[in-house]
């Protein structure tokens, strides 16, 4: 009796998970704003790296995206990239990644466990690029809508083996060579602590001065993940600040500016709240696209750790389309790659997460950069 009760709970447990949550959503009637997208020589060697990470983001949040805001003909920002691929994202012996074993992959080029930040699966410290960049006399940036202690920026400084431990991760980020760092997160750490060494960034307001190279800075707006509002910070609004603040005083720069909602979205199964998110990341690389075409010297690449929530455009319904929720959690499929700027054909095709941290590698030509510090020449 108690097996066939089990069997009976097993099978309405099923029967209530797939029950898949479906949304409308209006068709947008949006004009396309076409950017210029410049040529760039094939031998090329860019300066400036910017990895643009949409967490969450499959081609199908993409898609939905553009429906809501412009309609089936519509370009997004992000559709006028001229090189794209794709990516698997599979994590150490998982074939569903989180977005910190996903993260340890671009950052160190390494498989990981899931929940771990720059360790291997073996919880043996990894070398991020950010560390090796470092020696080359590079600038280094994060920008997140989340904490800036979560799992995507944290991967780029932090090594431990629990994502979780976050007031940890804050106190790695203080000691670490991160130049900037602009996000959530007031509640990890100990701000009299951060002020002793870093200038602290608490209101929207501080993004319109001007910061020398005393100090490194630490931007944090909220006391986790950022709440939406006229008095905090966008995600376009604080890269414009990084770029800003990271270009033309050092060898060179590598930023990671996420959009790290568009994920808890797609937990959330909130298509209203996606859409919102990937506005604000899709303006994000508006501005991106124009610093590359102007700059000539920085290499753009976009791409997601993993698709959240198993989104899929199901059919029209007159001037709204209906969508569908598959799950809360993450699924395996692969993601976009998108790049623009010099070196930018190396990000076309089909590749896996790590090949990111290789691919950048190679297009800086790093074994041939020099050991230096901020300002020195390499040349």
Known sequence: MKKVTA???????LIACSKEKTEIVKMGSKGSN?????????????????????????????????LAIGGPNHKLYIDQLPVA???????YENLITDSAAAATAWSTGNKTKNRYLAVDQDKKELTT???????????????????VTHATPAAFYAHIDSRYEEKEIAAQLLNSSVDLALGGGQEFFNLEEVEKNHYLLTQKASLEKNYDGL??????????GMERGPDMPTQREMTNFALNYLDDKC?????????????????????????????????????????????????????ADHET??????????????????????TGVPVGVYA???????????????????KILEVLDYQNLKNSTCGENND
């Open 129 to 147: 690029i950010f560390e090796m960049l470092d020696n080359k006399g590079y600038l280094k940036g994060i920008v997140a809508t989340s904490s």
């Open 7 to 13: 069997i009976i709970f097993t099978l309405l447990v």
């Open 215 to 224: 100090k490194n800075i630490v931007g944090l707006f909220d006391e986790d």
């Open 251 to 303: 060898n060179g720069f590598f930023l990671m500016t996420e959009g790290s909602q568009i994920d808890w979205a797609g937990h959330s199964n909130d298509v209203e709240y996606m859409i919102r998110e990937f506005k604000d990341f899709d303006l994000t690389i508006k501005d991106l696209i124009n610093f590359v075409s102007a700059d000539k010297n920085t290499l753009l690449i976009i791409t």
């Open 85 to 91: 691929g794709n990516s698997s994202t599979h994590a």
């Open 34 to 66: 076409l950017l210029e997208i410049k040529n760039f020589s094939q031998s090329t060697k860019p300066k400036n790296i910017i990895l643009a990470i949409a967490d969450g983001a499959g081609l199908n949040h993409i898609t939905v995206s553009r």
């Open 340 to 358: 623009y700027g010099p070196g930018s054909q190396n990000f076309n095709g089909m590749m896996d997460n790590t090949d990111i941290f290789y």
């Open 309 to 330: 929530g198993g989104l899929q455009l199901m059919k029209q319904k007159d001037d709204s389309f209906i969508v569908q929720w598959g799950t809360g959690s993450h």
